[in-house]
């Protein structure tokens, strides 16, 4: 009895401790999130920034309310629309899931995701949440806010002034794995032979995802390959299917290292004439079809992370399928809209493996098409932009037939009309307009209706297109998707 007495004063000791902290760092952040909209700005950094001087604790404080817990998405490539994917699948379950839609994925992000949905009393009203989580940033958000599960896309060389190669990146995320909770669990990229080798987190279950599609020959020849060798002897790795960059159906040679058998695979697509997909999922002996929306290789195991993701959740896969169904493009990834009779498409580009896929999969557009890249290099976005020289921009030069109007803006768009040039494009017929607002509405002056507008923004540089196109009526602020 007096253990139990104990307990419950120590139990409420800590409440009331974390009240006095967490009570002012909830108002400060729910007004500078109020503040920061009404300015335009988003609110998704500086809230959270501001209330965890505070309370340095505030998201873990928060994250207790929460039921069934958090799940975490790292990865090079992926990461956004893999956790709208997965908050698709939890909410079509019947669970309120919390999210930071707009990508702002560091330790501030997420607190600031935290604050706008907690209440000025500072609880939080929600069964889980799903956040994604910058790579560099990944050990110390887990560390923070315990996630019961943890999904890794993929590794690929991003922003080099903040990662390095691919070493620092794979550290990072493997600290990040071993300070899980226990009984938790770890979704793993079987195609990725950088993530396959990471130690798993003793007590938590690992499942892995991959590709067993047959694949184009011309793959073989594809660009932005960033693992050529062996993780474990340094040999040459040889593949039997190669889908893009190293990731694939890959064995080393020399040693015993090869792709393991993955728990859940895509074993059959087939594409409709409207562009989507026919899958079918297999695992565990049982195989489900679904259409699927989301065009290219790299979404298809975007849409196989989610749905090993909800198998680990123990998520019906009957339900798993019908949300993937649904599915819409997410923040920047894909996102479709219409203006006077243009159809607009802006997809994200902030790597060679990323762009190399983007491109690929945006060029096979039949319609007449426009082109705007718009190159920012804030810190966001990475302040190197030399990844432009090792993105295949000669798909570009290889399809101007049918590009009606090629233009370039942003921060950096001298650098972007320079590689074009390079590319094989004619320079004196790309116009440059550092300044997106400009660039976007003569872009869209320029292209006669039934045409599509391919938008290639750098982060920031997406981050200032959204906000244009929200002027002229297309789509809404994120906070209120």
Known sequence: MIANSLRKFKGGLKNRLFKIRSLPAVWIGKLLIILTRILGRGGTTLPGRAARLIDPRLSSHLAEYLQEGIITVTGTNGKTT??????????KHGLHCIRNRSGSNMIWGIASTLIEKATWFASLHGDCAVMEVDEGAFPGVVGEIKPRGTVITNIFRD?????????HIRESISRGLQVQPENGFEVINADDPTLVTLEAAEGKKRWTFGLEIDTPADNFLNTGCDLKMCPRCASNLNYSRLYYAHLGHYYCPECDFKRPQ????ITKRIINPDGSSLLSITFA????????????????????????????????????????????????????????????????????????QVLRTLLSEKENLGLLLAINDKIADGTDVSWLWDVDFEQIAAAQNRLAYVA???????????????????SSRIPVEEDTARALSTAIQNISPDSTLLILPSYTAMLEMRRHLNKMGLGRPYWED
């Open 82 to 91: 893999t956790a709208s994917l997965i908050g698709a699948i939890f909410e």
């Open 408 to 426: 370039v803006s942003g921060l950096r768009a001298w650098d972007m009309a320079v590689r074009l040039k390079y590319a094989g494009l004619d």
């Open 159 to 167: 922003q080099l002034d903040r990662y390095g190669e691919l070493d």
């Open 285 to 356: 002996d049982q195989s489900i079809e679904f259409s699927f929306i989301l065009p290219g290789i790299y979404n298809l195991y975007n849409a196989l992370a989610a749905f090993t993701t909800a198998l680990a959740a123990g998520i019906p896969p009957s339900i798993t399928g019908e949300a993937l169904e649904k599915a819409a493009p997410s923040f920047g990834r894909m996102e479709q809209f219409t203006l006077n009779g243009i159809k607009i498409i802006m997809a994200l580009i902030k790597n060679p493996v990323g762009a190399n």
């Open 262 to 265: 993955p728990d859940v695979t």
